[in-house]
């Protein structure tokens, strides 16, 4: 069975200081990788994934992502955060052929000032 | 507005009442999902439909719900005898068919229950 650890529930960061989100995940087989956003009041949005290839992904809004398999994890960063990025991310993992991705419990960012 | 839209955004009823939401699907996407989120909790997965075919229930959904998508296309999900701790956000996703292997879905703002 497929899961996802978020470690951190909730980050607070400084505007224009720089992220990184944990996610670590297990799957035996090769996974697909993804981080979404939810801001408040709105639907999950895809930030970026990872199927094969380069490990390190590059998403929307400047986020990135990088697939170390060693380590099992696929964390999230950003070089330079915005007031709007405040909201909560999910890390989630799914497979090829397979339908049911599995969430993790997301982390809240805070931004301040 | 071409997203995935929801229907209701927000419903109180009491226990043992039934529901039900809908969901319309981005057009183009054959794939269509139901996720429930609870408080402090990522989506969880309930169901998916390929068109009109359901083709893979959790074991969350408990004989209480049923989910259908009669033409392909908008799908309903109808929860009976509601109780207490079904009171959740219910997230539809709906996905591409080229990408439909992918995982990669495009979610509606969800329907909020509350169950009193």
């Known amino acids: 069975a497929q899961s996802v650890t978020q470690p951190d529930i909730h980050i607070t960061v400084s505007e224009g200081a720089s992220l990184e989100l944990r996610c670590n995940y297990s799957?035996?087989?090769?996974?697909?990788l993804f981080w979404y956003v939810q801001s408040p009041g709105q639907g999950l949005q895809l930030l970026l994934k990872y199927f094969s290839g380069d490990t390190l992904v590059q998403g929307i809004k400047g986020f990135e992502a990088e697939f170390k398999r060693s380590q099992s994890s696929f964390n999230l960063r950003k070089p330079s955060v915005h007031w709007s990025d405040a909201a909560e991310y999910f890390c989630a993992v799914g497979a090829k052929g397979y339908q049911k991705v599995t969430f993790g419990t997301g982390t809240k960012l805070q931004v301040i000032p | 507005d071409t997203g995935v839209s929801q229907d209701p955004r927000h419903k109180i009823t009491k226990r043992g009442q039934n529901v039900t939401f809908r969901c319309d699907p981005i057009s183009e996407h054959n794939r269509l999902y139901w996720y429930r989120q609870t408080l402090g909790q990522g989506p969880e997965f309930l169901t998916y439909f390929q068109n009109e075919a359901q083709l893979e229930k959790s074991r969350l959904l408990s004989d209480r719900f049923s989910a259908e998508r009669p033409k392909g296309s908008f799908s309903t999900l109808e929860i009976q005898r509601t109780e207490q701790g079904d009171s959740a956000m219910y997230l539809c996703?709906?996905?591409?068919?080229?990408?439909?292997?992918?995982?990669?879905?495009?979610f509606g703002e969800g329907s909020r229950l509350t169950v009193l």
């Open positions: 996703a709906s996905s591409l068919p080229g990408t439909s292997d992918t995982g990669e879905l495009f």
């Open positions: 799957y035996g087989a090769t996974p697909y």
